[in-house]
Structures are given as structure tokens and as C-alpha cells.
């Protein structure tokens, strides 16, 4: 059974830091693509960033350059290092796995709030 759980979301201010942890279990992160994507209020999911099983990274436009996606094989892990933060990027969080011929699989999510 997979399961994705988010945690390290909170309230910052804007210019601040945050990095999020997804631990992946029932499948293993170095194998499939991983992704994080955000929803804020009022408007559609987003892609925010992506890790490839050959740790190929890609992000979002509106992220490039803040954001960094990296994982740690070893434990399993996704992370999602968020730097200069913006009010705009206030969203509920999630990590996600594609797996071949089975989908993609998404986490509950977690709340990042940038506030001053």
C-alpha cells in the first residue's frame, strides 16, 4: 500500500524559509518520479516541482531559482526546500508519486502560510 505523508508546513514570514518532508512508504522514492504540488484558495492544483527516478529535477516558473526538490534514498524521503518565500505561494502542499501503470498517488498535504 503507498502512503505519502507531508509534514513541515507552517506560518512564515515573507522572505523566510521553509522545508518540507515527505516519507514515502510501499514504494521507493529513487525509482519512481516524485513531485510536489500546491493548491491555494480559490484556484486550481499546480505542479511546483518534480525529481525523476534519474533525479532529474524540474519546477514550476514561479519557483525557480527559491525552490529545491531532493531526496534521500536511504530514508525514503522527498523534500521540498522553500526559500524567499512570497504571500503567493500560501497553498496547502502535496507530495506525490508516479508509478508505472498505476497512477499517481498523492499525500494529504500540508499547510505552508506566508504572512506578515
Known amino acids: 500500500q503507498v502512503q505519502l505523508v507531508e509534514s513541515g508546513g507552517g506560518a512564515v514570514q515573507p522572505g523566510e524559509s521553509l522545508r518540507l518532508s515527505c516519507a514515502a512508504s510501499?514504494?521507493?522514492?529513487?525509482?519512481?518520479?516524485m513531485g510536489w504540488y500546491r493548491q491555494a484558495p480559490g484556484k486550481e492544483r499546480e505542479l511546483v516541482a518534480t525529481?525523476?527516478?534519474?533525479?532529474?529535477?524540474g519546477y514550476a516558473d514561479s519557483v525557480k531559482g527559491r525552490f529545491d526538490i531532493s531526496r534521500d534514498n536511504a530514508k525514503n524521503m522527498v523534500y521540498l526546500q522553500m526559500n524567499s518565500l512570497k504571500p503567493e505561494d500560501t497553498a496547502i502542499y502535496y507530495c506525490t508519486v508516479d508509478m508505472y501503470r498505476r497512477g499517481r498517488y498523492w499525500g494529504q498535504g500540508t499547510q505552508v502560510t506566508v504572512s506578515s
Open positions: 510501499g514504494v521507493a522514492v529513487y525509482l519512481n518520479t
Open positions: 525529481i525523476s527516478s534519474g533525479s532529474r529535477a
